[in-house]
């Protein structure tokens, strides 16, 4: 079990490592696309002057980007300007946008100068430290830059074009659905946006630069499987899942928050069958139409892939998303009418509330065990399932100062997890602050890291010093309530 939860946090470090680089430059793709959709001469209002920015933009501006936001990632600003440099090389060096490369020679380059600087640490004579540092690296990053415009250019020009063609053949012989088997497993362990961003969009860009759409960019963003499976739990679920499904169905159709459906999922496992078959419905919907995107839609808004369609592809975007949501939702209606443990939900919502009564009464965890063992065991229960309150290592309430929720990217679910308790933590008279962060961002003052049971050990790693709670569900988690009475009492 240890060596799988290392393994499965070692894959999403990747993920968002990757995504890390792209994500906060969404904005700017987003730009690229809009000025795409509209200026080119196949666009909704054709302009030749604008249109002229749409090339130099995706072949210079959002490659350099990504490469100087990979190199802060390793080495802060020093790294990111050298990340630059590198990434200047491999762009010059072909004729194709150079995502690809970006996400190598950024975080390369800074790694190789974060390697520098770690040498000469301390071993400079004071007044020189400035001279030092902009030679090495001018002299490291312009050695860098040659090497890739040379060697690494090429290379990944010509990995581009393979991976091109394997996605056209998956496209031409009607394929391409399969991928589904692997992004919806995959987008449910919090790969979503390493998928969607890492791996999906640089391919689809270069599609999209030759003919002005691609399919990619409805792989993972095509938000009909969510909607199907929340939708199903509105009429078929239980308990808080049921209660919780309306919010949620707003939040990831219009929002485009995905991971608001993955807890959902991983309540009832067997849905991931219902969630595949939606994808891959959707994605056979998209190819035999002939639909695309002209750039990544982020977030997986269905407005979002409205604004990201070409002129006339609006209809075959539209299909793919609504067939994607039925299959999802018949059998995921299917599978929930005819589970066995119909009581669960309501059983972990009574020992949530019976939990919140007895440490209202001032009992103890300890009597609780000798006196009443069933409650006990759903105390238990309760705690392995929606967090820590009940740990030996939880904070006292004096010692608490800052909570982070956090999750993968830092946008989503996270913002909307801060955004509820922090209206509960102010309704109870409490100053304490309550933000939101990417795991890899959590701040060193953080008292207590509230995460999705699937990504605490991430957190762990990177807040040892800080209490963890796990939580199921950012919307309705019985978690919030007893942690605004255990602060504020």
Same mark, same amino acid.
């Given at each position: 079990?240890?060596?799988?939860?290392?393994?499965?946090?070692?894959?999403?470090?990747?993920?968002?490592?990757?995504?890390?680089?792209?994500?906060?430059?969404?904005?700017?793709?987003?730009?690229?696309?809009?000025?795409?959709?509209?200026?080119?001469?196949?666009?909704?209002?054709?302009?030749?002057?604008?249109?002229?920015?749409?090339?130099?933009?995706?072949?210079?501006?959002?490659?350099?980007?990504?490469?100087?936001?990979?190199?802060?990632?390793?080495?802060?600003?020093?790294?990111?300007?050298?990340?630059?440099?590198?990434?200047?090389?491999?762009?010059?060096?072909?004729?194709?946008?150079?995502?690809?490369?970006?996400?190598?020679?950024?975080?390369?380059?800074?790694?190789?100068?974060?390697?520098?600087?770690?040498?000469?640490?301390?071993?400079?004579?004071?007044?020189?430290?400035?001279?030092?540092?902009?030679?090495?690296?001018?002299?490291?990053?312009?050695?860098?830059? /040659?090497?890739?415009?040379?060697? /690494?250019?090429?290379?990944?020009?010509?990995?581009?074009?393979?991976?091109?063609?394997?996605?056209?053949?998956?496209?031409?012989?009607?394929?391409?659905?399969?991928?589904?088997?692997?992004?919806?497993?995959?987008?449910?362990?919090?790969?979503?946006?390493?998928?969607?961003?890492?791996?999906?969009?640089?391919?689809?860009?270069?599609?999209?630069?030759?003919?002005?759409?691609? /399919?990619?960019?409805?792989?993972?963003?095509?938000?009909?499987?969510?909607?199907?499976?929340?939708?199903?739990?509105?009429? =078929?679920?239980?308990?808080?899942?049921?209660?919780?499904?309306?919010?949620?169905?707003? /939040?990831?159709?219009?929002?485009?928050?995905?991971?608001?459906?993955?807890?959902?999922?991983?309540?009832?496992?067997?849905?991931?069958?219902?969630?595949?078959?939606?994808?891959?419905?959707?994605?056979?919907?998209?190819?035999?139409?002939?639909?695309?995107?002209?750039?990544?839609?982020?977030?997986?808004?269905?407005?979002?892939?409205? =604004?990201?369609?070409?002129?006339?592809?609006?209809?075959?975007?539209?299909?793919?998303?609504?067939?994607?949501?039925?299959?999802?939702?018949?059998?995921?209606?299917?599978?929930?009418?005819?589970?066995?443990?119909?009581?669960?939900?309501?059983?972990?919502?009574?020992?949530?509330?019976?939990?919140?009564?007895?440490?209202?009464?001032?009992?103890?965890?300890?009597?609780?065990?000798?006196?009443?063992?069933?409650?006990? =065991?759903?105390?238990?229960?309760?705690?392995?399932?929606?967090?820590?309150?009940?740990?030996?290592?939880?904070?006292?309430?004096?010692?608490?100062?800052?909570?982070?929720?956090?999750?993968?990217?830092?946008?989503?679910?996270?913002?909307?997890?801060?955004?509820?308790?922090?209206?509960?933590?102010?309704?109870?008279?409490?100053?304490?602050?309550?933000?939101?962060?990417?795991?890899?961002?959590?701040?060193?003052? =953080?008292?207590?890291?509230?995460?999705?049971?699937?990504?605490?050990?991430?957190?762990?790693?990177?807040?040892?010093?800080?209490?963890?709670?796990?939580?199921?569900?950012?919307?309705?988690?019985?978690?919030?309530?007893?942690?605004?009475?255990?602060?504020?009492?």
């Amino acid at each position: 079990m240890e060596q799988q939860n290392g393994v499965r946090v070692a894959v999403q470090k990747f993920g968002r490592f990757l995504s890390g680089m792209v994500m906060p430059n969404i904005g700017a793709f987003i730009a690229w696309g809009l000025l795409t959709a509209l200026f080119i001469p196949t666009g909704w209002l054709p302009n030749e002057k604008l249109a002229a920015l749409v090339d130099p933009t995706l072949k210079y501006l959002l490659p350099l980007l990504i490469g100087y936001t990979g190199g802060t990632m390793v080495h802060k600003q020093r790294g990111g300007v050298i990340g630059a440099l590198m990434t200047m090389g491999v762009i010059v060096g072909s004729n194709i946008p150079m995502l690809l490369g970006a996400m190598i020679c950024g975080p390369l380059a800074a790694w190789i100068l974060k390697k520098f600087d770690g040498l000469i640490e301390g071993k400079i004579k004071s007044g020189f430290e400035m001279l030092v540092n902009n030679f090495s690296l001018g002299i490291i990053g312009g050695a860098l830059t /040659i090497v890739s415009y040379i060697g /690494i250019g090429p290379i990944i020009e010509k990995v581009t074009a393979i991976l091109t063609t394997g996605v056209e053949f998956l496209v031409n012989h009607n394929l391409i659905p399969l991928a589904n088997l692997i992004i919806e497993p995959a987008k449910i362990l919090f790969l979503n946006n390493a998928i969607n961003h890492g791996v999906l969009g640089p391919i689809g860009l270069n599609e999209a630069a030759q003919v002005g759409q691609s /399919i990619l960019f409805l792989l993972e963003s095509n938000p009909g499987p969510g909607l199907g499976i929340l939708l199903a739990y509105m009429i =078929a679920g239980r308990g808080s899942a049921r209660s919780t499904a309306p919010g949620a169905v707003l /939040i990831h159709a219009v929002g485009g928050i995905h991971e608001i459906y993955f807890p959902y999922v991983l309540m009832n496992p067997k849905l991931i069958i219902a969630v595949i078959a939606g994808g891959i419905s959707g994605t056979f919907t998209f190819s035999i139409l002939g639909a695309g995107l002209v750039a990544t839609p982020s977030p997986g808004s269905i407005i979002a892939l409205a =604004a990201m369609a070409p002129k006339g592809g609006l209809l075959p975007v539209l299909a793919g998303f609504i067939v994607a949501t039925v299959v999802t939702f018949v059998i995921a209606f299917f599978m929930l009418k005819t589970t066995k443990n119909k009581g669960e939900e309501e059983d972990l919502e009574a020992a949530a509330q019976k939990m919140k009564d007895m440490k209202a009464a001032g009992k103890t965890a300890a009597t609780d065990s000798v006196s009443n063992p069933n409650q006990a =065991a759903n105390e238990r229960a309760l705690n392995e399932v929606v967090g820590s309150d009940e740990a030996d290592d939880k904070k006292a309430a004096e010692d608490v100062h800052k909570i982070v929720f956090s999750c993968d990217a830092g946008m989503g679910s996270s913002a909307m997890g801060a955004s509820i308790l922090r209206k509960k933590m102010k309704a109870a008279g409490s100053d304490i602050t309550v933000i939101n962060t990417a795991i890899s961002d959590i701040p060193d003052d =953080a008292d207590i890291v509230i995460t999705h049971k699937t990504l605490t050990d991430r957190a762990k790693q990177k807040a040892p010093q800080a209490e963890h709670i796990s939580i199921d569900n950012f919307l309705k988690s019985p978690e919030y309530e007893l942690l605004v009475e255990r602060l504020t009492k």
